[in-house]
């Protein structure tokens, strides 16, 4: 990877870390996300997310095409955009943050549905990206379901 791959498809190199990059990565992403929302509007980071996406997938395919590798596991700029999508839906509260990720990294590592379709059908940077776009959505609306089902039952959250 060149040092501008490493700093963005890699996450700021995360996703070179040895054991678990794709959850590596989305920590550095809820994080990133988290200060983004701490001071500027959801809209800001949706918009942030498309642009991540679409840069994302131009770079991936270039990536793709330079090197014959398929989704590389370095690569976590997905990861990046699919929990900022999902920050979009719920939030920046403490508990929002917590389930977004959690979420989040189980609809990425099971891929259940239609996550798990794109993973495998949709070519190049649109199938990298997909399927954590849609696990990110997901992502963000079973958090915000659970926050307004807990507020129902009367906890601060």
Same mark, same amino acid.
């Given at each position: 990877?060149?040092?501008?791959?490493?700093?963005?498809?890699?996450?700021?190199?995360?996703?070179?870390?040895?054991?678990?990059?794709?959850?590596? =990565?989305?920590?550095?992403? #809820?994080?990133?996300?988290? @200060?983004? +929302?701490?001071? *500027?509007?959801? &809209?800001? !980071? /949706?918009?942030?997310?498309?642009?991540?996406?679409?840069?994302?997938?131009?770079?991936?395919?270039?990536?793709?095409?330079?090197?014959?590798?398929?989704?590389?596991?370095?690569?976590?700029?997905?990861?990046?955009? =699919?929990?900022?999508?999902? #920050?979009?839906?719920?939030? @920046?509260? +403490?508990?929002? *943050?917590?389930? &977004?990720? !959690? /979420?989040?990294?189980?609809?990425?590592?099971?891929?259940?549905?239609?996550?798990?379709?794109?993973?495998?059908?949709?070519?190049?940077?649109?199938?990298?990206?997909?399927?954590?776009?849609?696990?990110?959505?997901?992502?963000?609306?079973?958090?915000?379901?659970?926050?307004?089902?807990?507020?129902?039952?009367?906890?601060?959250?």
């Amino acid at each position: 990877m060149t040092f501008d791959e490493k700093l963005f498809l890699a996450g700021l190199g995360s996703g070179l870390l040895p054991k678990a990059p794709g959850t590596w =990565g989305s920590l550095v992403g #809820l994080g990133l996300g988290a @200060a983004i +929302l701490l001071y *500027l509007p959801v &809209s800001t !980071l /949706f918009l942030l997310t498309i642009l991540v996406t679409l840069f994302g997938i131009r770079q991936i395919d270039r990536y793709e095409a330079r090197t014959g590798i398929h989704d590389d596991k370095r690569i976590v700029i997905d990861e990046i955009a =699919g929990i900022w999508l999902a #920050l979009c839906f719920s939030g @920046a509260t +403490l508990p929002a *943050l917590l389930f &977004s990720f !959690l /979420f989040f990294r189980l609809f990425d590592i099971f891929k259940p549905s239609i996550i798990g379709r794109i993973d495998r059908e949709a070519p190049g940077g649109w199938g990298v990206m997909g399927d954590d776009l849609v696990a990110g959505a997901a992502a963000g609306l079973a958090s915000g379901l659970v926050l307004v089902g807990l507020r129902q039952l009367g906890l601060p959250v």
